[in-house]
């Protein structure tokens, strides 16, 4: 088998998969994962590996590969990414989001970076090192997922639930958003997602009494709706400080940080100040309201939609929370509920990331940090399984990365994705 160059073929690997539509609009209406599915089996057929394309639904695919390793008798690593994005309007973008044009010395696109970046460099290090003959030194688990972007209930949850005999002997994991560089006033950091914060996507309502508009009314679906969803928008929520957060300002600042101190030190951290200050407290953010159907006519019922967030340890103080911001008269359902997850920031795999780091960035710093979203991990957790955010990427100064996320113009710098390819295939050599 002729050698490939990782670092070559990263690039065509990420533009082919961006120019592959798998929005995910989260109602399962759209084309679904299956052609990014078997792009991706196809490319490790051809290095010898035997991946499957699991179907939870019409289209609504998932690739899964073993690549033995040279030690099985050890516990595996989960590599893991996912295969859908998120919807877009391409009349606000420079370049179409389906291109996968190469501009500015970056790759454009949906996906670009959430998280179509990520799986080609899986795709470029695994075809790399397989044609070469190098296998890691235990068995590693390749999982591209469906769904992620709207709960993996056709990805990672469903694989969990009706096939964790796929993850047999995999005990820790490594998935996106995180592995990124900042560069800020303590120099270059390489931020590595060590906890996510819990997901409860809520759904309030009110029932009042219907009526004329004209009438008095004391019992109006929509202002007790409206006085609840106040009450949760301009909640302030207390300073908590988790231990991966702690363990960020420790690496950071070189000391222990104060909860009373903790939003003073994060606004001097430039544009890494909206990641980390979400990750601080609980969080719980109105967006949506729908009531009445006449201006008339006063409603019977009002809804409202709220994103809730809630910190690894505090998911009974949340919700004890809410329910008093709620008051007697508002009920709350889940649309969607997803546990927080925390792993500690040491061991043998750490040292892998920050070694692998540490060569080809030499005089960066590795730091711990909290994601306020959720991944795939959710999922796997379920299973036992540990893990980490990263999917190394050295960046500009100037890139506003978190903005990236699910935005206008979603890009990644071509030198990035090489960088990562370096870094994960020595990440794989030492984990």
Not at 7 to 12: A, F, I, L, P, Q
Not at 20 to 47: C, F, H, M, Q, T
Not at 93 to 101: A, C, D, I, K, V
Not at 102 to 123: E, F, H, S, T, Y
């Amino acid at each position: 088998m002729t050698p490939r160059n990782g670092e070559d073929e990263v690039v065509e690997l990420c533009r082919d998969l961006i120019r592959i539509d798998s929005v995910n609009a989260g109602d399962n209406s759209g084309p679904g994962e299956r052609e990014a599915a078997e792009y991706v089996a196809g490319k490790l057929a051809e290095v010898g590996l035997e991946p499957r394309i699991l179907e939870s639904d019409k289209g609504r695919a998932n690739v899964v590969a073993r690549v033995e390793g040279a030690d099985p008798g050890r516990d595996a690593l989960l590599l893991h990414g996912h295969l859908d994005v998120v919807p877009f309007d391409a009349a606000d973008w420079t370049h179409h989001p389906l291109s996968g044009e190469v501009a500015d010395g970056c790759v454009w696109g949906r996906g670009a970076v959430d998280m179509k970046d990520m799986d080609a460099m899986i795709l470029a290090v695994v075809r790399r090192r397989l044609s070469e003959g190098r296998r890691p030194p235990r068995d590693v688990v390749l999982v591209f997922t469906a769904d992620e972007e709207a709960g993996g209930h056709y990805g990672a949850q469903w694989l969990a639930d009706r096939h964790p005999e796929l993850f047999e002997g995999c005990t820790e994991a490594v998935g996106e958003v995180g592995g990124f560089s900042v560069t800020t006033a303590k120099g270059r950091l390489y931020l590595i997602e060590a906890a996510e914060k819990g997901i409860a996507w809520m759904r309030l309502t009110a029932k009042g009494r219907a009526g004329h508009g004209s009438m008095l009314n004391g019992d109006n679906a929509v202002t007790e709706l409206a006085e609840a969803v106040g009450r949760i928008g301009r909640h302030k929520w207390p300073v908590r400080l988790t231990p991966t957060v702690q363990a960020f300002f420790e690496e950071v600042f070189g000391t222990e940080v104060k909860a009373e101190d903790a939003e003073a030190a994060v606004a001097t951290l430039g544009p890494l100040a909206r990641m980390i200050g979400a990750t601080l407290q609980n969080t719980a953010n109105p967006t949506m309201l729908q009531a009445g159907y006449k201006a008339n006519v006063i409603p019977q019922v009002a809804t409202a939609h709220v994103d809730g967030r809630f910190l690894p340890g505090y998911e009974d103080e949340f919700f004890q929370t809410v329910d008093e911001l709620l008051g007697p008269n508002v009920t709350r359902e889940f649309v969607y509920h997803d546990v927080a997850v925390e792993t500690p920031f040491k061991g043998p795999l750490v040292k892998a990331m920050a070694d692998a780091l540490h060569e080809e960035d030499p005089g960066s710093r590795v730091v711990p940090y909290t994601l306020s979203g959720g991944t795939d991990l959710k999922a796997f957790s379920r299973l036992g399984i540990s893990g980490y955010g990263f999917a190394p990427l050295r960046l500009p100064e100037d890139l506003d990365f978190s903005g990236m996320f699910h935005g206008i113009d979603e890009r990644v710098p071509v030198d990035s994705l090489q960088f990562g390819v370096r870094v994960l295939d020595r990440f794989l050599e030492y984990c």
